[in-house]
Structures are given as C-alpha cells and as structure tokens.
DNA sequence: TTACATTTGACAAATATTGACAAGTCAAAC
DNA sequence: GTTTGACTTGTCAATATTTGTCAAATGTAA
C-alpha cells in the first residue's frame, strides 16, 4: 500500500497530542473512519482534506498534493509494468 | 477531454475499414458502447483494450499504456495546480 | 428518399463507495 | 486480572457511480 496522506495526517495529529476521535469530531464523522483514513484504508474526501488541514493547522495545497498523489498511486499500482510510460504520457498533456 | 486511447483504436480501425460494429460484435458489446470508447465517454475495461488490440492487430502493450495514461489523466484534471507535483510524488515511489 | 454508419440520451442493472455501528485488539493503570 | 481508553476491524445499509443496452437522432453517400 501506499499512503503518503494518511501518513502525513498522522504525524501532524501526534506531533499536537490530538486524539483521534478529537479529529474525527472536527470533521462530523466516526472515529473509525478517521483511523481508515490514517492507515489508507479509506480515502478522504477532498473536503476533508481541506478541513483536517485547516485543524490541524498544516498547509492545505500540500496535503491536498499527498491526497492526489495517492488517487494516482492507486491508479497505477494495479499496472507496474506500464505505469512509467503512461505516466510519462499523461504529463506530456498536462504542460499545455 | 482526453481520450489518447479512443483516438488510437479509431485511427486502428479506420485504417483497416472496419466498421463499429465489427469491433463491437467481436467485444459482443453494442455498437453504441463502441462508439462511446472510440470517443472518450466511456472507459474501456482492461480486458475490452486486450480484445481489441487483438482484433485489431496492434500491440496490446501499447494500447494498454494509452488506456492507463487515460486513467490517470482523468484522475488529475480535476487538479491542474497540484497534479504536476503529485505525478512526481507518485513516481519516486514507483522508481522502487 | 433510402440505406447504413455513427452518435446521443435515457434507463435499469450491476458495482463500488460511503459512513456508522458494534465488537475487537492492545497497552497502561489500577 | 480487571478496568479504562485509544485505536482498529468487519459488516451493513444507504448512496453514488459505472456499465451496457435500447430507441431515437444525426450524419452521409448513393
């Protein structure tokens, strides 16, 4: 598995002594999902992205960078062989 | 849009003068879906791009890579500030 | 017009994702 | 060894998304 944002979340949270369910109150939902998230089992919406930043006073674009990053990772993971290339490809697009 | 895909199997297709429906009765889909692949408003499922790179005599690595780069496209449009930095992330792992 | 290829929009069915709940593990404190 | 509190896990119903088809529309060449 990957996880760069869910990792990311949760050295921020422990680095403030918050507790998981003090992060899962902020953003209205379980405190099991806020672990999923944490450990990747789940992903976060965009929003909660923007709200866990906001709480945890971390940089918003860069969390948002992790989440993406993650959506992408989980979009290749499934093809190793190919994943350079059409990686390569797609960025091709992405400069214009 | 994007669509690298679609617009290789219709450049393959029409070089070859096959109709739609041809491709689509070998996939034993609708022409319509066929159609939609060609055109970028639907994906084409992994097996679907395998099918057709051997009906159509191309290289199925090939097409697979175009049909991935169309994943991943689709995943970051929604992001053009972010996803730049984001492939980078996604990629360093990928180097592992 | 007719005939045929392709495209489009709407739809039901299949599949995936969501968040909650309940029950579980684990470690520290008692 | 029992209790407490933090976190994790499995399962479920609700919701959302994706899938492929059908019927109708559009385009096009004879």
Redesign the interface.
């Given at each position: 598995m990957?996880n760069?944002l869910g990792q990311k979340i949760r050295e921020l949270r422990e680095s403030q002594n918050l507790l998981l369910r003090q992060v899962a109150a902020e953003l209205e939902v379980d405190t099991a999902l806020m672990s999923k998230i944490e450990r990747g089992d789940r992903n976060a919406s965009k929003q909660q992205v923007i709200e866990i930043a906001k709480y945890l006073k971390a940089n918003e674009?860069e969390l948002?960078?992790?989440w993406?990053?993650d959506?992408?990772?989980s979009?290749?993971v499934e093809?190793?062989?190919?994943?350079?290339?059409?990686?390569k490809?797609?960025?091709k697009?992405?400069k214009k």
């Open positions: 990957v760069y674009e948002l960078t992790l993406l990053a959506k992408i990772e979009t290749i093809e190793p062989t190919i994943a350079y290339q059409a990686m490809i797609a960025n697009k992405l």
